[in-house]
């Protein structure tokens, strides 16, 4: 286990407890909105893609009219996934990109109109995973590989230690990390994947995701080492910011969902 310097072995447990406290809390209300499916996930992923717009604004440095520019015309876009009015259809993705491209031109901020597309894409991603035959099982599928992938690398890389996976942009990430949670997200995807009763594929594919989280995982430290921060926000006891917790899920559930719409999947 790293010991950080200045914290005693109480603090550390008090730490770990608040953490995985506030981590089964978000877990719990996840599954609880994924359960009702329709609009109370869709109340959940646009509550989510909001905040990681706010936080990714933040690391970014915009000024407060570019940011209230970016919201509103976040909001169309979010507005058309709920059920009731369009769903995540093709005709939405297109409004969420002309809103990114609407940011970026008429606000003058490519990294932001950027941002509409890293938080956006991924709740219709979740929204279109929910309305799959099997929808259910599908999205927990593609959220619990996150889950798992980021549960296995905390005990792992605190537990075996050893190289450094990239020092220069998290240097508390360790190659067991990635491999103990590649090995969490196999058995977590495979249990899933057969009760679900999802097709065989499912059962194998989660280290190809947990990899892929990590990355995601990783592109959000660079992010938050450009703008010399520790956290993307302080939301989450334990936890940082939306973006903090959600960093692995974005490109997971594109490319899911990308390769479902596609029939790969």
């Known amino acids: 286990m790293k010991v950080v310097p200045g914290q005693t072995p109480a603090r550390r447990r008090s730490d770990l407890a608040t953490r995985a406290f506030a981590g089964g809390a978000m877990i719990v209300v996840a599954v609880l909105a994924l359960w009702l499916g329709g609009s109370a996930f869709w109340l959940l992923a646009t509550l989510a893609a909001v ?10 440095r915009c000024s407060t ?5 970016a919201l509103v015309l976040f909001a169309v876009p979010l507005l058309f996934l709920l059920p009731a009015i369009a769903g995540p259809d093709r005709d939405t993705v297109a409004l969420l990109v002309a809103a990114a491209l609407f940011t970026m031109v ?4 490519a990294r932001l109109g950027a941002g509409l597309l890293y938080a956006g894409l991924p709740a219709a991603g979740l929204m279109f995973l929910r309305e799959q035959p099997l929808g259910l099982a599908l999205t927990l599928w593609t959220l ?13 890389g605190r537990a075996i230690g050893g190289p450094k996976l990239a020092p220069r942009l998290s240097p508390n990430k360790t190659w067991a990390g990635l491999l103990g949670g590649m090995a969490g997200a196999l058995v977590v995807g495979a249990v899933i994947g057969w009760i679900g009763g999802l097709p065989s594929t499912y059962l194998w594919l989660g280290p190809i995701m947990a990899v892929l989280a990590q990355a995601g ?20 006891p334990g936890h940082g910011g939306a973006l903090d917790r959600l960093d692995g899920v974005v490109p997971v559930a594109v490319l899911i969902a990308g390769l479902v719409a596609g029939g790969i999947l």
């Open 217 to 236: 995982d990783l592109f959000e430290s660079w992010l938050k080492r450009r703008a010399k921060v520790k956290d993307s926000g302080r939301l989450l």
């Open 106 to 109: 008429v606000g003058n901020s």
């Open 51 to 60: 905040l990681m717009l706010a936080e990714w604004a933040g690391l970014m």
């Open 144 to 156: 619990a590989i996150v889950w798992a992938t980021d549960i296995g690398a905390y005990f792992s």
């Open 65 to 69: 009219p570019r940011i209230t520019l």
